[in-house]
């Protein structure tokens, strides 16, 4: 595809159970980035992936939040025993380098935790 | 690290005047600053951005400004219509990241 796909679109998981969320970036964009839109709220900034460097783990709220990068390409967000609180949206976005080019965002997964 | 902050958070405009979005940032290492619309149900899209050796950039109806010296940016819509009512986000990129202010709810009114 032409754009950046996450999967799922829509996850409902029981309080303590772990989640997976996937992102798809465009080819050849070598910086992803993940964030965490709550109901209403604005792009609180998860984590940040550019090229073969360290991430910037800097925004993570818990270390119940992880996220992987493999191969440069595919990117995974897993949240451990999930919480009420982690319901929200979350986006991944990418962009060709390191800064000052347009990011492209993905639809989003709803992540509901009942 | 960087923290951006946006005024303000919802604007209601009659159709055809103009509306004005203002954010400030705090780390001068940032050179981009980008502007986002988010319709609702999806994902953000870049409607204008603006980097730090330029002061003001245009694209028809829209505007933005940048004061390096005052860490402050702004988005400026003119002529708004219906089709403009969305949540709008501002950034700024400090070393490639992207950290975005708390958003503003566009109303349009025919």
């Known amino acids: 595809g032409a754009g950046v796909s996450q999967s799922p679109s829509n996850k409902v998981t029981e309080k303590g159970k772990d989640v997976e969320l996937r992102c798809d970036p465009i080819?050849?964009?070598?910086?992803l980035y993940w964030y965490r839109q709550s109901l209403g709220q604005g792009l609180e900034f998860l984590i940040y992936?550019?090229?073969?460097?360290?991430?910037?783990k800097s925004g993570l709220p818990s270390d119940r939040f992880s996220a992987e990068r493999t191969g440069g390409s595919v990117s995974t967000l897993t949240i451990q025993r999930t919480q009420q609180e982690d319901s929200a949206v979350y986006l991944c976005?990418?962009?060709?380098?390191?800064?000052?080019?347009?990011?492209?965002f993905g639809q989003g997964t709803r992540l509901t935790v009942v | 690290g960087e923290n951006v902050e946006q005024h303000p958070s919802t604007l209601s405009v009659q159709e055809g005047d103009s509306a004005v979005i203002k954010c400030t940032y705090s780390?001068?290492?940032?050179?981009?600053f980008p502007w986002y619309k988010q319709e609702l149900g999806k994902g953000p899209q870049l409607i204008i951005d603006?980097?730090?050796?330029?002061g003001e950039k245009k694209d028809q109806r829209i505007a933005v400004t940048l004061n390096k010296t005052a860490k402050h940016f702004s988005l400026h819509i003119t002529e708004t219509q219906p089709e403009d009512s969305a949540v709008y986000f501002c950034?700024?990129?400090?070393?490639?990241?992207?950290?975005f202010g708390k958003g503003t709810k566009l109303s349009v009114k025919p």
């Open positions: 080819s050849g964009h070598t910086a």
């Open positions: 950034a700024a990129a400090p070393q490639g990241n992207l950290i």
């Open positions: 603006i980097r730090s050796n330029v």
């Open positions: 780390d001068s290492a940032s050179n981009y």
């Open positions: 976005a990418s962009s060709t380098r390191t800064a000052g080019s347009e990011a492209f």
């Open positions: 992936f550019q090229g073969n460097s360290a991430p910037d």
